[in-house]
């Protein structure tokens, strides 16, 4: 297949799906490009139940029905899944964008993969990856109703998850090495049934028969502060500590594991990236300011 569009906009997480859109409305000529066999990204991958309340014009929606609500935008004849791009070069003025069996030409190609390819980070504890109890993603929480859970991380997923949680359990426990939180800590305000422990990290787990049947949280001590543990039994435990990511293949100019770009979202040429995948000053990785960057690239090529 060699298909010459406008724009080539690689990713199908929530921003590629807004960009799309708006491409969409404006009856402009464009593909959209994704690696796995559904869209979505993270949002239906790992938190499908997360709260996204951020988003102007929509007061409180679940990550699932966000995707869902954005995907009816995109003529899905726009859409070629299981397209994992190995390269994307500009050559005379066009945007060569290859996939293992596919070419596509293009006057702009926008990269918009998010973390890109990515394993959630570990708790980091002797016998974690034994334990079958240990959970990094979740899809339903109605199996944790009156189960002993504890939580670790500090982000919004993390706040979110401890909401839901604790008004399915009243045995719930959040831990977060920090005093404050990153995410909103007015999201668990009123969870009357959640334990916060803060500041706390893991040092062991008991495990047993494939299980983790406790989990002892050391407290975070000030020089000359005494040291503080506490041991909490626990039926499951979810580690949000966000996902390692990976680089992706493109010959960019990358800022850890970022991709650097100008004050027009630039990488290079005819190259741009929007959402998680960039990086600039003062960059906010959420789906609000993602889809501001998606207009406003939008508003830059006029196409």
């Known amino acids: 297949m060699n298909r010459n569009v406008d724009v080539i906009i690689v990713g199908a997480g929530p921003i590629g799906l807004y960009l799309a859109s708006l491409f969409e409305n404006a009856n402009k000529s464009y593909l959209l490009l994704e690696a796995s066999d559904h869209v979505g990204g993270q949002l239906v991958n790992l938190y499908p139940e997360k709260d996204i309340v951020d988003i102007p014009g929509i007061e409180c929606i679940k990550a699932k029905d966000y995707i869902a609500l ?84 500090g982000g919004d997923s993390a706040l979110d998850w401890a909401k839901a949680i604790s008004e399915l359990s009243d045995d719930t426990h959040l831990i977060h090495r920090r005093l404050e939180f990153r995410g909103n800590p007015e999201t668990i305000k009123n969870s009357h049934n959640l334990k916060v422990h803060l500041p706390y990290v893991p040092k062991e787990i008991d495990f047993k028969d494939g299980l983790a049947r406790s989990v002892t949280i050391s407290k975070v001590i000030s020089e000359g502060e005494k040291e503080e543990e506490i041991i909490i039994p626990v039926d499951y435990i979810l580690v949000n500590y966000g996902n390692v990511p990976t680089n992706t293949p493109f010959n960019l100019d990358y800022d850890g594991n970022f991709i650097k770009v100008d004050e027009n979202l630039r990488s290079k040429g005819n190259i741009y990236v929007i959402g998680d995948a960039c990086s600039y000053e003062n960059k906010k990785r959420r789906i609000a300011p993602g889809n501001n960057e998606a207009d406003k690239l939008f508003k830059l090529l006029a196409i």
């Not at 070419?103 to 034994?130: C, D, Q, T, W």
């Open 70 to 153: 954005v995907s009816s935008k995109v003529s899905f004849d726009h859409v070629l899944l299981n397209q994992n791009v190995l390269s994307i070069d500009e050559i005379n003025n066009e945007v060569i964008t290859k996939t293992k069996d596919n070419e596509f030409h293009s006057k702009y190609a926008v990269i918009s993969v998010g973390l890109g390819f990515s394993k959630p980070r570990p708790l980091g504890v002797n016998n974690e990856e034994e334990a079958k109890n240990i959970l990094y993603s979740l899809k339903d929480f109605t199996f944790l109703k009156d189960k002993r859970v504890a939580i670790f991380g």
